[in-house]
Each structure stands twice: as structure tokens, then as C-alpha cells.
């Protein structure tokens, strides 16, 4: 597989003597030590013993940083990270250097020209799991096909959004053309496709997201793919939209600020809707459709007191006119286990907001 040079993909290292090498058999806590002083370590040996060591961090961190509400998550999240991050492990020859490691096709694809070099083992990890997704495919109720989304690129792992659009569309089969901002996995494009629209155009800031939906328009035959047209863009990019053209946008649904490219898919700055409407505002013509989702899970946890879009659309009076907003309840698997997020999930309901262009 050729691999796009601004593919984004984890950071690696070359220089060895930056790390203190473990060897199995190390106490866990005096590699916790090392890594407390600010030491990065590597760990040596078997992928068994990397993974005992992962999995007894995690049980320190739960014990120091109990999780019980969404502020001592973020603590939570935060101090694990910090200690994952010091985590290494060395690649040679595109083979992780552990004994009984998945092996990663990725890592010959994204660093071919690297014979030896260190790779975060978090980063390792997300891989593996990532590359999983991406070989077996993952199927949604709404389409007739599976999507395979590549490594670093947003897809849902909950289907009420998409149901609730899925029922929109049955409702409203009126549209020639639309767009899908912020695509990710392009699950919402090939919804479209499928329901008739004709041509769908995709973007994402992301250009792993770009990548991924050119290879899934190429795995699949026309009638599936359709003239989908994805692009590497913020918003509405190329796009110019026409008084009988459809707006979908699925944003991030927790104000906090981003990291990287990539958490822009969960987490939103501040201004970040004010953005968004006021592009709307500008290229869209009188009669343009308008669909956004949210979740009310920020107002549940008490990180915002009110909705983003309901509060950009009520300043913004003269140029938006609300037609609908419709809910549904978020469906849970059933859990013995108790805790703070299973509680906000009872509480929580998907929406999605229908606003025409004056």
C-alpha cells in the first residue's frame, strides 16, 4: 500500500541512548519510578510482560485518581497519559523487538525507509487495534456494506444518530446534491449515496479520514460508492452550496481543547460552532438545508449549561431558521457495573437539528 506523505502517524524515535532499557522480570514499581523522575523507558523482553506492566499501571492510576464524575476522568486521563507516554518499545526491521508480538503490516507501510526505531507503545497498541478494524471491516445497520476506516479516523461506535438521519432521509428524498462535513469514516456519505443523492462531497481536516474514504470509494463498486468527492478541508472547503443543496455536519460533541488533528473529531475549542455558522452564513444561499448532530451528554456532566447550536442559532435569528430538532434516547447494553458514565448514558439522547438558510 502507497501511503500519502501528510498521512498522519504516531511519532517514532531513532535515538536509543534516550532510553532506559527494561528487562523482564523488572518490579513494576521501580519502573514506576523511573518513569516519575521524567526517565523514558523501553521495555525489553516478551509482549506478555509489556502488557502485565500496562495493565498493572492502569490499576495505580484507578487507585491514586478514583473515576467518579467527568472532572476526575480528565485527572485521570491525564496522569495515565503522562506515564503512558514514557512507554517504549524498539522496531527492527518493521518487527517489534518483544517476543509474541502482533506484528503490524503498518509499520513497514508508514516508516518503509526505517530499519530500527522506537515507537511509543500506546501509539503500538492503537495501531494494532486500528488495524483490526480496518482488515475485518465494520458493519453498520444502515448500510448494505461494510466500511473499513484506516488507521487515525473517526468512526461511530453508536448507531442512534445514525437511525434517527436514516429516518430523516426516507422523509426527505429531495436532494441532487449534498456534503458531509467533517466525513471521518464517510459513513454519513455512503448514507446518502444510498438514499439517492447523486453527488455527495466529503470533507474532514483530517487527512487520514480523505485517505481512508478513497480507498473504501475503491474497494467498492460504483453503485456503492457513487460520486462521492472527498477533500482534504475544513468546513465546506470547494463546496459551494445552492438553495436546494443539503449541509450535513456531525461536529465534536465535548468542549475541550484539542491536542491534535485527531481529537478534533471528539473535542471542540472554544468559538468553534461560532466558526461554523458564521461559514454558513456566508456561502449559503437562501434555502439551503442545514443538518446538525449533537448529544446532550456536555450539558449532563455539567462541562456547558447550554447547547452550542441552540445558542449560535438564537443569536443568529436573522440569518437561521430552526425547523426541527429531534431527539432519541441513547441505547445501552445491559451492565451489572455500576458508575458515573453508565448513569449520564441513561440520562443522554442523540439530536440532530434541521435549519434552513434565510
Request: proline fraction near 6%.
Amino acid at each position: 500500500m502507497k501511503i500519502p506523505e501528510e498521512i498522519i502517524r504516531p511519532n517514532i524515535c531513532n535515538e536509543g541512548n534516550r532510553f532506559f532499557h527494561i528487562a523482564p522480570g523488572t518490579p513494576f514499581r521501580n519502573i514506576l519510578k523511573s518513569i516519575k523522575r521524567g526517565q523514558d523507558i523501553c521495555i525489553t523482553g516478551t509482549y506478555g510482560f509489556a502488557m502485565s506492566f500496562y495493565a498493572w499501571l492502569k490499576k495505580e492510576v484507578n487507585v491514586r485518581i478514583p473515576v467518579q464524575d467527568y472532572v476526575s476522568s480528565r485527572k485521570h486521563r491525564n496522569l495515565l497519559h503522562s506515564y503512558q507516554s514514557r512507554i517504549w518499545i524498539g522496531v527492527r526491521n518493521h518487527v517489534p523487538e518483544l517476543d509474541k508480538a502482533p506484528q503490524n503490516r503498518w509499520l513497514n507501510d508508514f516508516y518503509p525507509d526505517q530499519d530500527h526505531f522506537y515507537i511509543n507503545f500506546t501509539d503500538y497498541l492503537g495501531m494494532n487495534g486500528a488495524r483490526q478494524w480496518y482488515e475485518r471491516g465494520i458493519k453498520y445497520p444502515v448500510l448494505d456494506h461494510l466500511l473499513h476506516p484506516f488507521y487515525g479516523v473517526y468512526f461511530p461506535t453508536r448507531y442512534d444518530h445514525l437511525h434517527l438521519f436514516d429516518n430523516w432521509l426516507n422523509d426527505n428524498n429531495r436532494f441532487d446534491r449534498a456534503i458531509d462535513i467533517g466525513t471521518g469514516c464517510g459513513v454519513l456519505s455512503f448514507m446518502m449515496n444510498k438514499h439517492g443523492i447523486e453527488t455527495v462531497h466529503a470533507t474532514d481536516i483530517n487527512p487520514n479520514a480523505i485517505f481512508s474514504l478513497q480507498l473504501e470509494s475503491e474497494r467498492l463498486d460504483k453503485k456503492k460508492s457513487g460520486n462521492i468527492h472527498p477533500q482534504h478541508a475544513s468546513f465546506l472547503g470547494s463546496f459551494q452550496p445552492g438553495p436546494d443543496d443539503l449541509v450535513v455536519f456531525n461536529p465534536p460533541w465535548i468542549p475541550e481543547k484539542p491536542n491534535k488533528t485527531m481529537d478534533k473529531a471528539t473535542f471542540f475549542d472554544k468559538g468553534f460552532f461560532d466558526d461554523y455558522f458564521d461559514e454558513m452564513a456566508k456561502k449559503c444561499p437562501a434555502g439551503t438545508t442545514l443538518l446538525i448532530f449533537f448529544s446532550n451528554y456536555s450539558m449532563l456532566t455539567g462541562i456547558i449549561k447550554e447547547n452550542p447550536i441552540m445558542e449560535c442559532i438564537n443569536r443568529r435569528k436573522d440569518d437561521f431558521l430552526l425547523i426541527s430538532q429531534t431527539k432519541a434516547p441513547v441505547r445501552q447494553s445491559p451492565s451489572r457495573k455500576k458508575s458515573w458514565l453508565q448513569s449520564i448514558r441513561s440520562m443522554e439522547q442523540v439530536e440532530f437539528f434541521e435549519v434552513k438558510r434565510k
